[in-house]
């Protein structure tokens, strides 16, 4: 069954071809495999670089945020010191920051306690309520004496400035008159003396910076983010996580460890890219340490914020998987249609040698009549066609000429068994003769020995006539003996044969 099988069902050109394609797989599969990878490293570099742009991108717009509040701020802030003494000013000062400047949400100046004669604490806070300004309807302003719930002197917006003497962004402080979490500038103010007597703080909300700089039109997978010092989001494209919650506390709400991972890396000031799994999405988070621009005047201290952008993987991936579906489709159908057209040419170029083989198996049978016929193909195929060709006219020549010598053997079979029983025959009539002979011997030899027997036992009884008649019946016999045998010896010379024994 299964020689019957390859006979039928397994020529020779289909096994070649399926040789051949099988060659080509292996090689397009190495190939597609290479150019896959190359392709995949290419992405993931590109993918690198325009996260470094976007990273370098959104730092400055961050950045140009946080200058161009540095800068308003900074215009008042040197009104304020040249008025220290009106403090009825201050409010108006407060207001004209708020007014002028979209992104400032409030803005707070508090002295030391009794810094001014009769007022232990000093503070003047204008807020917009709402926080960001509304272009077409802006909110009012509202003036108050206090933030938060507790006294200023105890809040960190005031206490560092004043203990230290530097310039700060905090990191996002609650603040519900101003709608929300704030990043608050903080600058000391120094008197004639050069001592440091109050702080004016200027807040900026951090939905506005956040709606300030993500970019609307990215896509929905992709986004920024920037994390204070203190690890809670600054800029998030989901407001509910904009609540001042530190990372750690969210990823050990949801139960992701590999977000801890990254903040860690993040907080760390180091700069590279983490793979996690957020909301069932495998996501790639690029990160780096989030730097200020050097600008004449301006307080270079080191924020310890970082900034990242997410993407997501199927966004990462979904033209190179695309384009790997198209490109193996493309092989798959390019397999078919050269396998269609190897079929097609091996049945054609190998057609001679199917008629060969069957010539063969005709020549086996002992069929040599058939003619191969003549090929002008000068490939080895048609070589040896050429050859079998000869081979079969030369079979059949000598099949011919064997079939001559067996007629002339058959003839001279017939003649040398015509002969056989001929001298069969002979043989049968010569023993038939000698048989005849010998009888009719026996007759005259048993008369002569009688003879001869009486005359040596009573040659002295028996007389003269009796002897004499005894001797003439040996002559009598002894001459038919001699005529017997002169007439086997005359038929001997003559053959034998039935007229002989007649």
């Known amino acids: 069954m299964h020689n019957l099988f390859r006979k039928y069902y397994s020529p020779p050109s289909l096994r070649l071809s399926i040789m051949i394609i099988c060659e080509v797989v292996l090689l397009l599969s190495v190939s597609l495999a290479v150019m896959l990878y190359f392709s995949r490293q290419a992405l993931k570099k590109e993918v690198i670089l325009n996260a470094e742009q976007t990273l370098e991108g959104m730092s400055r717009h961050i950045d140009n945020v946080l200058l161009d509040v540095e800068q308003s701020a900074g215009n008042i802030y040197y009104e304020v010191l040249t008025h220290l003494n009106e403090p009825a000013r201050m409010q108006t000062y407060c207001a004209k920051l708020v007014e002028c400047n979209p992104y400032v949400a409030g803005c707070a100046i508090a002295f030391k306690p009794n810094y001014y004669p009769g007022r232990e604490q000093m503070m003047v806070y204008v807020y917009r309520k709402g926080g960001f300004r509304d272009v077409d309807t802006p909110g009012p302003l509202i003036v108050t004496n206090k933030f938060g719930n507790t006294p200023y002197t105890e809040q960190e917006w005031f206490t560092v400035p004043m203990t230290t003497g530097r310039v700060i962004w905090t990191d996002p402080l609650e603040g519900e008159e101003a709608g929300g ?34 970019d609307p039109k990215s896509l ?4 920024g983010v920037l ?12 407001p509910k996580l904009l609540n001042g919650k530190s990372v750690y506390e969210l990823a050990k709400e949801k139960g992701i460890t590999t977000m801890e991972e990254v903040t860690d890396a993040m907080m760390a000031g180091e700069t590279g890219y983490r793979w996690v799994e957020f909301n069932g999405k495998e996501q790639i988070v690029f990160f780096k340490p989030f730097k200020r621009d050097n600008v004449p005047g301006r ?13 997501s993987k199927a966004d990462i991936y979904s033209s190179f998987n695309q384009m790997s579906w198209v490109t193996l489709a493309i092989a798959i159908f390019s397999l078919s249609l050269f396998f269609m057209l190897i079929r097609m040419t091996t049945r054609r170029q190998l057609k001679p040698l199917k008629e060969l083989n069957l010539a063969a198996q005709r020549m086996a049978e002992g069929n040599y009549s058939d003619p191969i016929p003549e090929t002008k193909e000068g490939h080895e195929i048609g070589h040896l066609q050429q050859q079998m060709r000869i081979m079969q006219q030369a079979l059949a020549t000598k099949e011919s000429e064997d079939a001559m010598l067996i007629e002339q053997l058959e003839e001279r079979n017939k003649a040398l ?11 049968h009539v010569k023993t038939t003769y000698l048989h005849y002979i010998s009888n009719q011997m026996t007759v005259p030899t048993e008369v002569i020995d009688r003879s001869v027997t009486h005359l040596c ?3 002295k009884e028996i007389s003269v006539q009796e002897a004499n008649c005894e001797v003439e019946t040996i002559k009598k016999q002894s001459n038919k003996l001699l005529e017997l045998l002169n007439y086997m010896m005359r038929t001997t010379d003559k053959g034998y044969g039935k007229e002989g024994l007649s």
Request: hydrophobic share 40%; glycine share 4%.
């Open 181 to 214: 979490e704030l990043l608050s500038l903080c600058i000391p103010i120094t008197d004639s003396k050069n001592e440091i007597v109050g702080v004016m703080a200027v807040d900026l909300p951090i939905t506005t910076l956040s709606q300030a700089v993500l």
């Open 227 to 238: 994390l204070g010092s203190n690890s809670s989001f600054i800029i998030h494209p989901n």
């Open 220 to 223: 929905t997978n992709n986004y």
């Open 457 to 459: 036992n009573n040659y």
């Open 417 to 427: 068994r015509k002969a056989f029983r001929q001298t069969e025959d002979a043989d």
């Open 299 to 311: 307080s270079n201290e080191k924020l310890n914020w970082s900034v990242g952008v997410l993407y």
